[in-house]
């Protein structure tokens, strides 16, 4: 449907700013993508809700894999800290060791070689480097998932409009990304019940019915505007929700 309606799509220029609603034509792949997808410079292709190319995984963030992103790390940056934790009065005792090795190692292991020693320190200078790196890019990432904010949409200039997709609470913005509230929030599943489709989003000027459909929506108006264009209501709610106009 989005290949045979592209053209008639009213073309909407990808701006920096907000575009509740809107679809624009992506000039990379000469094709409509819906509201908050944005093209890849790397994949080469358009990523629903598109978050930012990460090349530490090599692949993009956003809507299909998210959570996940944010599940990753957040758990590295848990085992960092636990991992420096109980092993610290260890790390110490290495550091005094190859300072004064004349002391003796703190529990003066017979089989404790200086290789183990320099090993030892290594990990647990490593362990510290992701604790450092890993810190602030989830503060980050925790401070835009909060107010439902991808990274592309935190460089936006704000100036024609709010956030349109804020709904003012952390739970319910939150569950944009990890679905509705409940133990697969903490697992790498794919959320049990989903709030999006990734192609129409909760805004905080509207809400959605339980089947994603906007409540101003009733099934009379897309049975008659599908009737109209000759197509399904979902091909209806499509080109109501993004302006299609009838070729």
């Given amino acids: 449907f989005v290949r045979r309606s592209g053209e008639g799509l009213p073309v909407a220029l990808p701006t920096t700013d907000w575009q509740p609603g809107t679809a624009t034509l992506c000039k990379q792949c000469s094709m409509p993508r819906p509201e908050r997808a944005h093209h890849c410079h790397v994949c080469n292709i358009c990523i629903l809700r598109m978050d930012h190319h990460c ?3 090599n692949n993009c963030v956003g809507f299909g894999n998210h959570k996940f992103f944010l599940l990753l790390v957040g758990y590295c940056l848990l085992t960092s800290i636990i991992a420096l934790i109980t092993t610290f009065p260890d790390l110490v005792q290495c550091f005094r060791y190859l300072v004064s090795p004349e002391q003796g190692y703190g529990w003066e292991a017979e089989d404790m070689r200086l290789m183990d020693v320099v090993v030892f320190l290594i990990f647990g200078i490593i362990a510290l480097i992701f604790a450092m790196l ?6 980050t990432h925790l401070e835009l998932a909060t107010h439902n904010v991808t990274t592309i949409e935190g460089h936006y200039e704000h100036v024609n409009m709010p956030n349109p997709f ?25 959320p049990f019940r989903p709030l999006s ?3 129409i989003f909760l805004r ?6 339980p089947d994603g459909i906007p409540q101003s929506f009733n099934q009379t108006t897309l049975m008659a505007q599908a009737a109209f264009v000759g197509g399904s209501p979902e091909e209806a709610l499509w080109r109501m929700r993004y302006q299609v106009k009838n070729q």
């Fill in 197 to 199: 489709d990734g192609v």
């Fill in 166 to 190: 804020d709904q003012g609470s952390t739970n319910v913005n939150l569950s944009q990304i990890f679905g509705a509230f409940g133990p697969d929030w903490f697992f790498p599943v794919k």
């Fill in 204 to 209: 905080s000027s509207g809400s959605l019915g």
């Fill in 134 to 139: 890993l810190g602030p890019m989830l503060a």
């Fill in 55 to 57: 090349p530490w995984i």
